[in-house]
C-alpha cells in the first residue's frame, strides 16, 4: 500500500499557466518536504513544512501543509518552462523514516 | 563543496551475480541514508548509518543485500546473488545531523537481465 498519494501522476501545461500538485495521506507526519528531480540526478529539496496548516512561499511556488499534518499541496504561479520536472513529496515519522510520494511529472510547454 | 557521489551510475549485470554500489557523502556528514526506486514505485527507504554505526536498516528488503560504511566514510551496498526484482535506481543521501537536510547523490540505475 501507498503512505503517500500524490496527483495528478502527470500534467503537461502551457507556460504562464498556474497548476497544483496534491500529496495526500491517511497518516499524520511530522514534517513534510517537498523535492524536485530532474532526469540523472537525484531528489533535490525544495522546502520542508511542520506545523500543521503552515503556508511557505518560494518566489512562485506555494507550499501548504494540511491542518491535520496529513496532505499538502504545491501550486505554482505563472509557469516557466524551467519548473519541468518530478515533484515529489515525503513525509517525515517517528522512527526517523522518510516515505516518499510516487511523484508528479510536469511538463510545462513554450 | 562536493555533493554526494554515486559509483557506478549504470550498471547491467545477470541474475545471479553480484554488484556493488558506492556511495561517497558530503565530507563531514554523519547521516548517510540508501533508498531505492524500482521502476513505477515510490522510492522507498533501505537504510541509515549514523558514522559507521546501522541505525536502521529495516528497509533492507531480504539478505542478499549488505550495507556497510567501513571507517564511517563511505558507504557500499552489495547485491548478492542479484535478482530480476533488484532493478532499479539506488540513491544514496548524506546529511550533517539527524532531521537535517538530506543532499542526494545522482542514483546508480541497476539493471538485473
Known amino acids: 500500500t501507498q503512505l503517500l498519494e500524490q496527483s495528478p501522476q502527470f500534467l503537461s501545461i502551457q507556460e504562464g499557466e498556474n497548476l497544483t500538485v496534491y500529496c495526500n495521506s491517511s497518516s499524520v507526519f511530522s514534517s513534510l518536504q517537498w523535492y524536485r528531480q530532474e532526469p540523472g540526478e537525484g531528489p533535490v529539496l525544495l522546502v520542508t513544512?511542520?506545523?500543521?496548516?503552515e503556508v511557505k512561499k518560494l518566489k512562485r511556488l506555494t507550499f501548504q501543509f494540511g491542518d491535520a499534518r496529513k496532505d499538502s499541496s504545491l501550486h505554482i504561479t505563472a509557469a516557466q518552462t524551467g519548473d519541468t520536472g518530478l515533484y515529489l513529496c515525503?513525509?517525515?515519522?517517528?522512527?526517523?523514516?522518510?516515505?516518499f510520494g510516487t511523484g508528479t511529472s510536469l511538463t510545462v510547454i513554450p | 563543496e562536493a555533493g554526494v557521489t554515486q559509483f557506478p551510475s549504470h550498471s547491467v549485470i545477470e541474475k545471479g551475480q553480484t554488484v556493488t554500489l558506492r556511495c561517497d557523502p558530503i565530507?563531514?556528514?554523519?547521516?548517510l541514508y540508501w533508498y531505492r526506486r524500482v521502476m513505477g514505485k515510490e522510492i522507498k527507504f533501505l537504510l541509515h548509518?549514523?558514522?559507521?554505526?546501522?541505525?536502521?536498516e529495516s528497509g533492507m528488503p531480504n539478505n542478499r543485500f549488505l550495507a556497510e560504511r567501513t571507517g564511517g566514510t563511505y558507504s557500499t551496498l552489495k547485491v548478492q546473488p542479484a535478482e530480476l526484482e533488484d532493478s532499479g535506481v539506488y540513491f544514496c543521501?548524506?546529511?550533517?545531523?539527524?532531521?537535517?537536510?538530506?543532499?542526494f547523490g545522482p542514483g546508480t540505475r541497476l539493471t538485473v537481465l
Open positions: 543521501a548524506s546529511s550533517l545531523n539527524l532531521g537535517n537536510t538530506q543532499y
Open positions: 513544512v511542520v506545523t500543521g496548516g
Open positions: 515525503a513525509g517525515f515519522r517517528p522512527g526517523n523514516q522518510f516515505y
Open positions: 548509518f549514523v558514522k559507521e554505526s546501522k541505525q536502521d
Open positions: 565530507s563531514g556528514h554523519d547521516n
